[in-house]
């Protein structure tokens, strides 16, 4: 089974449309980290949260919002989707005390925004 | 600011062969750094990594060293095999100043031909 998992796998929405991306792991990480990768760009990074209470803005955070449910569950919401976010979205963990400063990522979810 | 930056797009080895990827950067706190590889439809996994306090590591097939005063990193696969057509990313990480956050390359395409 595997360890990061992203819901849904794929999304086709139009834009002005509230989508929410969710993430859930099951390696008793603490940090959760979002980015979104685009051609030629490599991966950007628009949240990170080091525990539930805790919730940080990353490189290209406009026009996204973040939710920390639990450890194990962070989701990313666009609140009125526009065509520009049309990107691959992957889910990371990490726990520096016990990997370094290794990331371990989910399947990544393709988003298309019409 | 493109703070690390991988200047090969792509690249093409033949199998048994040498493959050599390249980073630079610029941001004089980085003080640790990693490779990842990615493949299609997959998130990207942890490869390999290094400290700023050495300048090699070697895993296998897979070596990378670092040239601090240069700014560089490269990767080297010896002797590259087919599987190893995916796309790589460097990424760099400042623990003192922004703990766990790391900040990834463009990637390169690497195709390894039969």
């Known amino acids: 089974d595997a360890d990061v998992t992203q819901t849904p796998r794929n999304r086709i929405t139009k834009t002005g449309k509230r989508i929410m991306l969710e993430c859930s792991q099951t390696?008793?990480?603490?940090?959760m980290y979002w980015y979104r990768q685009d051609p030629g760009l490599g991966l950007q990074l628009i949240y990170y949260?080091?525990?539930?209470?805790?919730?940080n803005k990353g490189e290209i955070s406009d026009g996204y919002s973040v939710s920390r449910q639990a450890q194990a569950k962070f989701s990313l919401s666009l609140e009125s989707a526009i065509p520009n976010q049309t990107a691959l979205y992957f889910c990371?963990?990490?726990?520096?005390?016990?990997?370094?400063?290794?990331?371990?990522f989910g399947p990544g979810t393709r988003l298309t925004v019409l | 600011d493109q703070q690390v930056k991988q200047n090969s797009p792509s690249l093409s080895v033949q199998e048994g062969r040498i493959s050599i990827l390249n980073c630079d950067y610029t941001?004089?706190?980085?003080?640790?750094f990693l490779w990842y590889k990615k493949y299609p439809a997959e998130g990207p996994t942890f490869l390999i990594s290094?400290?700023?306090?050495?300048d090699k590591n070697e895993d296998g097939r897979f070596t990378v060293f670092l040239n601090k005063s240069a700014k560089h990193l490269s990767l080297h696969i010896v002797p590259s095999q087919p599987g190893d057509s995916a796309v790589y990313f460097c990424?760099?990480?400042?623990?003192?100043?922004?703990?766990?956050?790391?900040?990834f390359g463009e990637g390169t395409q690497l195709t390894v031909n039969p």
């Open positions: 990371a963990t990490s726990e520096p005390g016990r990997t370094g400063n290794e990331q371990f």
């Open positions: 949260s080091f525990d539930v209470k805790d919730i």
């Open positions: 990424a760099a990480s400042a623990r003192e100043t922004s703990g766990s956050r790391l900040t």
């Open positions: 290094i400290s700023s306090i050495k």
């Open positions: 941001n004089s706190m980085f003080d640790y």
């Open positions: 390696k008793g990480h603490d940090r």
